[in-house]
């Protein structure tokens, strides 16, 4: 255990060794990065032609908790955690802000920070994005496997919660903001601003519908190949994931609920006490140029923040490229983007309120 | 009794000396190991529990015993749980150990550390593969669940509360399964280690004084084997009682256990004391059943 | 025909425990042939789960994905480490334990279910926190140390129910006949002990090379075992290759095991 | 439990292999119910292994084994109401000395078993061991208490494998008198494996001599001792003086060994009908005397010089060198009657009806 | 290894505890070195534990072990030169034949220690199971082989507990000679517990008896067996006939059993000086005569009925009931004389130099 004596103070920079070292330490979620046959990173292998600075790119970011739990005690007894550079969900970064446990982004590193995209220039827990540049968006919605379900697709959480063909079928993502997100909605509420008593009426409808037997269980990823192999019949699920594995299997489908969905990010985000803080915002920067981004989008099919990208991706030659730019789900139109709405930042004490809650729900 | 004579004197304490010399220096290294990664931790644990606070203000120790009282009344119900799970995951897995055991010892030959390595191989693919595996044999609509619906098992299952649907999956029913599978190499080596030492002698004083089977079994193999059966129970029910990722993969949103409550609410609740409090109840409760079980099994004295 | 039938029952009851152990091993092996047998799928996506076609490929190509092999490496050697250490300092607690009678023998005793009675976060954290506080950096040498601490107390409790079922006339004997302490224990206590022993040192190694929490919490950074990468993947789908080296390790394990045994029968043969 | 005994078995070409080794080699065995049959035979013969497949412990390769009417071959060891005293105790370790005296009572179910064991526990002069484990006996008292464990069910057919042979002789002959007792109260069939022949000699009904897995030669103590078959009879149930002869005449032999021409009455009656080559007589070693006058014409005669003299407590046994070298062993008590001096030259004699003539082995 | 034997063994005041129970009681011994000597006690004695003390095997509660001039109490047992063979054997399970008897020439780093283990195994008549393993051998192989791992190391002292007990009358009066014919050569210490008091009488420079842990007498074979100083030791060692006497002149005792009155002479040498209560005249079976005819004067006269005859081989055993109804044991070589009948009246006598006088027990 770490007891953490943190507090909203300014994150500690030490020297930046940036110039002497050219190295970067990247953290990242895995198969989140352009990948080529043999295993290498392309687009991180241009970047070290480019720069000189060479990146130890890192896929052990698995959870965000898990990979809070890990560097917490690090960062509150002021050390290197060892990384420049990692990816991290919204509301990580809100909690990472609120410990000062990430330092603001030098912009003056950063110029191609102008393409971001201008719906995401202003989020809640960061206005002006003085610590963050997000890396790739996700929407959650509803899975289901017409093998299971009887034929019938699963269009709402209320039929998810209710329909007696699902019973002990159906798995709610573990991540609150997504499941409750999606509840929210479908009462009616808006996310960016919703009560704590619309937070507990979602609950309970959940509550009841676990109490009742319906639920398989909550899950982190690994929905993803229960659904596929019918082991679970209908799941709330990132879309984006479910739309890749319909490919192979016919029986997939995923549903983007009328009364709304939730879109979240994975942001760069720089850690205090990072040795190579230059360097990491270089690869930032380097990033955020669309046409290396949409190598990467080429290749992860997730939302891009990075304005420009759609355009590089038509023009590209492999029409499997072109289809990635024609989805949907990763380039959505305005109509689908009208429907997608953001948590809100929540405050220390209503994060902590809020996820115990559910928590005691997940595991009771 | 005789006077010692001079020299007697020395030599009781020259053997007490020895007597505790090579036992300190066999225990010194596994001692290091614990006291130094183990016991140093715990402490630092032990006055987490006891701390409020959170993580945006920090946490204070304040003698918070109110730490025990709420985790116990907030999460004895999984605490049951796991304790039901782990033991009837135990008892089966005595039972399917038991005579897994004895083939290895007595009847596989010269086949016999191969048929060793295939009680471990579950290992050496990865706990993940192999409890989706799991889950690929049980599937709804598959060869097994099929079997098992037309058979009438899973009907019974059913009926005694250990599926609540028609789906094997999903399950209590499932999660004992899955407990047992992962923890039954746990039960058979030592189990087998014990068993093997069986001296084929003792059976046949038996059969000559009229035991079948079932009595030798009891009456002379069990009493026998019984440092083996403490040994294999112990590693499957301790870590089966902590164990959750069966729980999660093979069960249902109604079966948590106390394993993953400590997990959600050190990792996401971000609740250390309570978490560190709800460890220590645990790591308690486990050791006074060992310690009665230890007493009760007899083993300390048996040779 | 009563006869027959008589035989027949007489070699069922004969071979009962011999079709029971079979029928167990059966079960044992199931998820393992299903693991196999997805080694040959060629899934459409990335995810493993439903039978598509057969292939070669994952065979073939099998290091593949990026830095599975490296860990399955680091993996292996993490265990063999951990497994020998463990066992090593584990068998010689457990001759203390069990041969000598000295003050504190019981709290020892109990000392040594404690880690395995830790839920694992607790473990991992609290070793994290350790590390830190001393300054250690994480790394391998921490994952060893974690490593060797949960795996010990399962060597200690096997090898310990071992020892209690041995004879100690046969040490005496080695003792008779000019065996020093360590003579003794090499050549008479030692193969007597080895089925222990040696099931204590697979224990380990079974549990160091499945270990995911307490792992990733005393990795650090640039440090991935095979779990690690299991893990990962497993976010956006687990490899075929994984499958590979599954049936790649249980098999080379039988190998290793058959050669070892080959060479055993075979020098004593030629001592004969 | 006090039934009738029905305990009359028959082997019947029985055989027990190991791999290539043949342990026990297609023996036929008649043992009448109630008697108390012996069976002798030099270390590694195969008497344990005979045991054990009576007892069912051991499967055997070929052959059938009878109790009474019934073919018990292929009835397992706990159905067979036979007891084992085995050679090596087998203890259970885990068990205090009454449980383990008491364990079959216990399997048949028998109330009383208790004070039963503490009476078979008597027995034996263990009573106050009762609550010890069998570790903490000393050899001798281990095997008291596997005898009282096998006994103390009073099966039909009681195999005993050496079941004294940790035992001083004061309490060897006190347990044989115990036993003999048993035996003819209870009309158990005793199978008794010894290698004190005075023992097989009196306690037996009828002795067997094994030999590599057969069997030598079958029946009376005074039988065999009188009359071996063989030189290995002979030579194995105490001592013989085996010397090579050749018949001259009816009721003469000639001395055939290295310097030949001694001429010797044997009495016809010893002679077989079967063998005519290689022919030993036999005489045993107390049956000589030192002739200490003249010796009657009707009665062999040899001369010797006193190569050894040994005290053995009842008597003395010396060794006198022949004429062509070979040793010859007599026994004299120490009746007071005056003995050889070692160097002595003696004339040796016996009465010829005592002597017996044998094959070459 | 050859080297010259120093094992001359002192016990100082030697105890052993178990718990309450005294297993070995205070005893005093000096064994000289080379010698061979002979350990005799009923079953439960101490001879084990005190063989144990001596291996180094057991701690003793008290006193001292002198080897030569040092004192070994302290000493590890594989620092001793001294060899056990174990009354269990406990030969090792994992290892062939071979290997089992070339354990500790391994440990001493004997060079040709097969060539060696092989002549051992040679010499127990076992070479062609050399690379079985123990548990393939029947129990009397077992025990060859753990002779023979034993005595192939040529300790200072080697501790036979019962080391031929398991062995036909044959095969261990060949061991035995085998086990003379090295103690002579090498000048091994020999300590041997034994059941068989033959072979305690044949082979031993000195013999000890044992009793619940203490030395009850301790001489020459023929002094013990001829001049017991205990009624136990008479008893223990080969049967004696105890009659009650009373002393009423020098050379005369009367017989003071249920009926009195019988005046027998005793030789006045045979008389100890240190007891006068409770005395017993004591005569050996065998040193007693069937009177054919007149008795001496100066002989003892006591006349019975034959209640008993059995017939051991080499002699045949008689039972005759006194007058006032105690039972006498005769011994009658098989001689060719003539057998007494059950019921004959006979009357027996002695020479009165070959009884002796012992107290009461
Ligand atoms: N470990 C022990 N615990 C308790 N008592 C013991 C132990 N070992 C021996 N004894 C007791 O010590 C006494 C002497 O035993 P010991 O083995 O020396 O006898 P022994 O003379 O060798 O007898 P035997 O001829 O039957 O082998 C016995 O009464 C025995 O019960
Ligand atoms: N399990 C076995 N494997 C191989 N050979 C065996 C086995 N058991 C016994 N034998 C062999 O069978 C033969 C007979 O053994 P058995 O035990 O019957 O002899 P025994 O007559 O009882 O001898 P002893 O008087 O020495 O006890 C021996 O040569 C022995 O080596
Ligand atoms: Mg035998
Ligand atoms: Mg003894």
Redesign the pocket.
Known sequence: GSPAQGGKTAAPAPTDLSDVDKIVNWSNWPLYMDEADDGSYPTLQAFTKQTGIKVNYNTDYNDNEEFFAKVQPLLAAGQDTGRDLWVSTDWMVARLISLGYIQPLNKDNIPNAGNLQPSLQDVSYDPGRVYSLPWQGIFAGIGYNLARTGGRKVTSMDQLLHDKQLKGKVVLLSEMRDTVGLMLMEQGKRLDNFTADDFAAALTVIQDAKDAGQLRGFSGNNYADDLDKGVVAASVVWAGDVAQMAVGNKNLGVTLPDTGFTLSYDNLVIPAMAQHKTNAEKLINYYYNPEVMAQVTGWVNYLSPVAGVKDVLLKSSDPDVVAVAKSQLVFPDDATMARAQKFRALTSEEDLSFTRQYQALVTG | MAFALPGARPRKSAKRRRGLFVPAILLLPALIWLVFFFVVPTIALASQSLQTGSIYQGFQFTWAFSNYTEALSTYWSQMVRSFIYAASATVFTLAIGFPLAWFIAHRSGRFKNIVLVLVVAPFFTNFLIRTLAWQTILVDGGFVANVMKATGITGFLNWIGLVPNDSLLGSPFAVICGLIYNFLPFMVLPLYTSVERIDQRYLDAAADLYSNGWNTFWKVIWPLSLPGVVAGTLLTFIPAVGDYINAKILGNANTTMVGKVIESEFLVNLNYPIAAALSFVLMIIIIVMVSAYVRAAGTEELV | MGSAISTALRWLRKHAIIIIGLLIIAYIMLPNIVVIIFSFNQPVGRRNGIWHEFSFNAWTHICAPAGMCDAVGLSLGIGVVAALVATVIGTMAAFALVRYRFRGRGTTNLLVFFPMATPEVVMGSSLLTLFIAVGVRSGIATILIAHILFTLSFVVTTVKARVASMDPALEQAAADLYATPSQAFWRVTFPLAAPGIAAGALLAFALSFDDYIVTSFNAGPSTITFPMYIWGAAQKGVPVQVNVIGTIMFLGAIAIVAIAQGIGSRKSKVEA | MQRIATGELRLVELSRH??D?V?VDGIDLDVPAGSFFALL?P????????LRMVAGLEEPSAGRIMLGADDITNTRAHQRRVNTVF?SYALFPHLSIIDNVGFGLRRLKVADWKSKAMEALAMVKLADRANQRPRQLSGGMQQRVALARAIVNRPEILLLDEPLGALDLKLRREMQIELKRIQSEVGITFIH?T?DQEEAMTMADTVAV?RDGHIEQLGAPAELYDRPATAFVANFLGKSNLIPIELIEPGVAVITAVTPGVKIPVAPQTIPATISEGLHLGIRPEKVHLASGGVQDDRPQLVGQVSDVSFTGVSTDYLVRLEWGQEFTLTQPNDGTSRARLGERVTLTWDPKQAFVVGAD
């Open positions: 190991y791999g080794f342990a035979g270390s590694g013969c195969g008497k344990t292994t005979t050679q494996v290698h094994m």
